[in-house]
């Protein structure tokens, strides 16, 4: 068990939908990560957040959003979905803002139907 | 990001034997490096990790080699043994402190 905790485990929607992903970094971590992860595209950083600032961007679309709430957790947005966007998303968590050491939790499953 | 899924490279091992994933990065600026291990349905479990200053780094039964020269990482798990079988990649931290990963590998131990 890492101690990054994400909800829900799975997610089955519509096209043009809107859902949110939720993360709980580990105890003490103030940086959070959001990673996609598909078949075709692997591992493909979203974007980072450090002690609720935005920290980088990564290839995140424009319908999709996050936030780091002052507990440190975060919550990714993700709206008008299409059937691309169903993958595993994964939430990751470090100590620093340096991209060091990331645990990553055990992701969402997002199926866009 | 390259291509992953059902187009991974695979590695297969016989139990017991010693495993060397490699991992060719891309760019020389790069001063971080860490692999990660993952199983099916689970998120990345971080191994090892290694400073651009260092050559190798040892954890517990497993070694991380550094070539700066050739830009090549490699992973070596000792006595490969049935729960090493998953998806191992690797990333490198460039510029703006992003990681990048690689399309991973895929470890199949024989019994």
Redesign the interface.
Known sequence: D?G?TQTPKHLITATGQRVTLRCSPRSGDLSVYWYQQS???????LIQYYNGEER?K?NILERFSAQQFPDLHSELNLSSLELGDSALY?C?SSTT???????????TQLSVL | GESVGLHLPTLSVQEGDNSIINCAYSNSASDYFIWYKQESGKGPQFIIDIRSNMDKRQGQRVTVLLNKTVKHLSLQIAATQPGDSAVYFCAERAAGNKLTFGGGTRVLVKP
Do not use: I, P, R, Y
């Open positions: 890492s990054v078949l075709d595209q692997g591992l493909q950083f980088a990564g994964f990751a803002a340096t991209n060091e050491k990331l645990f990553f939790g055990s992701g």
